[in-house]
């Protein structure tokens, strides 16, 4: 197969990151492991067996799977390795990573490391490479890659991991639904806490305790945070048909996921509990107004874009949570949640400052040169299916 440039080695960069903050979180106390006696320290190496549940087995073993398909792709579209070897080296690595965290486990009291854990996430990256090389044999990586030019301007890998990761910051309950992005009050509370017995406590800038948005604005808040991954999607795809398809797909994916959130939280009969009244306006609002975005140029969205997701970023950060909001996020803090409360938090806080960075680039990047023999007029929305690589 002739090497690509694949968005594979960073989108695969990124998940390693992500399962390393999953496996190591809360990052606290570290403390060196206390062995007892008359254990030897190598004993430490063979990880010991702990109690199991469907949970457990079903999450370790998914984990993995995309590291291994990511790696296995990146080196089967490199060019540079046989089929074999590119399955081997993803397996392997999925394997030493997770047999690594494992390993560091030992220093964190509330982590506990298993035998297991490392047998079912070394089968997820095994089953993750296999089905890399399948997707080689039958060609539907070729067919993929002629798809995506057709379908994507170059845009670089930025684009895909915002869209990917837009759904995992959804996970974690919002004070407004659809609308994550609060890292700027989190920031601004530490620093606060720092700041607390010098002469400037108190200076740092922070939502009133209890303050909640006018009707109207969680409307417009809610209809901002759908708009968010449109607007990052407008400008990588060439033709409007596809971003009306993702307008649909993008409100059906946030309203599922902010669902799932929480029956997560509080259980299947509340399903459908943050649909306050604000919501629906709200999102037939973002409907509306990724319509019309979506027949025009996709500097003019990055544009627009810009001044949206400024607004959006201002307005969730001057709401604060109620004791009501702050008491049920102890579920996600504690128990199965504790794999993932960190992530999905992470994520929700810096997604919209990132889908921020990545129009900025599409604004300031100079237009490419059209390509020879292109009509002068090109398509109405700006994006001619014969863009150069």
């Not at 509990?273 to 319509?291: D, K, Q």
Request: positive net charge; aromatic residues 10%; hydrophobic residues 50%.
């Amino acid at each position: 197969m002739s090497a690509y440039r694949s968005s594979s080695w960073p989108l695969a960069w990124m998940w390693a990151g992500l399962i390393v903050y999953a496996s190591l979180h809360p990052f606290s106390p570290w403390q060196w492991p206390v062995q007892p006696p008359g254990q030897d320290w190598r004993d430490l190496l063979w990880l010991p067996m702990s109690r199991y549940t469907r949970f457990d087995f079903w999450s370790n073993y998914l984990a993995y799977q995309p590291l291994g398909l990511l790696l296995g792709l990146a080196w089967l579209r490199g060019g540079g390795v046989p089929p074999w070897r590119a399955g081997l080296q993803a397996t392997l690595v999925g394997t030493g990573l997770s047999l690594a965290m494992e390993w560091t486990q030992y220093l964190l009291p509330l982590r506990v490391p298993s035998r297991m854990d490392w047998a079912l996430n070394s089968a997820g990256a095994l089953t993750g490479a296999v089905l890399a090389l399948v997707l080689q044999r039958l060609g539907l990586l070729t067919h993929w890659q002629r798809l995506r030019d057709g379908i994507f301007v170059p845009h670089g890998t930025l684009g895909l991991m915002l869209l990917l990761s837009w759904p995992i910051g959804l996970l974690f309950p919002t004070l407004v639904p659809l609308s994550p992005g609060q890292g700027l009050v989190r920031l601004a509370t530490l620093l606060d806490g720092w700041l607390a017995d010098t002469p400037f406590a108190g200076w740092v800038p922070l939502p009133a305790p209890g303050s909640t948005l006018a009707p109207g604005i969680e409307a417009l808040v809610t209809a901002l945070g759908l708009l968010a991954p449109c607007l990052v999607s407008f400008v990588m795809l060439r033709r409007i048909r596809h971003r009306l398809v993702t307008l649909a797909g993008a409100c059906g994916l946030g309203i599922s996921t902010t669902a799932l959130s929480t029956v997560l939280n509080f259980g299947p009969d509340h399903a459908m509990s943050w649909l306050a009244p604000p919501v629906i306006p709200g999102v037939l609002m973002g409907m509306i107004l990724g319509f019309a975005l979506a027949f025009m140029h996709r500097r003019v969205v990055a544009t627009i874009g810009l001044v949206l997701l400024t607004s959006l970023i201002a307005l969730v950060n001057q709401t604060s949570a109620d004791p009501y909001f702050t008491l049920s996020l102890k579920a996600w803090e504690q128990g199965r949640f504790i794999r993932f409360h960190g992530l999905a938090q992470w994520i929700g806080w810096v997604w919209p400052l990132a889908a921020l960075i990545f129009l900025m680039i599409q604004v300031i990047t100079p237009p490419r040169p059209r390509a020879p023999g292109s009509p002068a007029g090109g398509n109405p929305d700006g994006l001619t299916p014969t863009i150069p690589p």
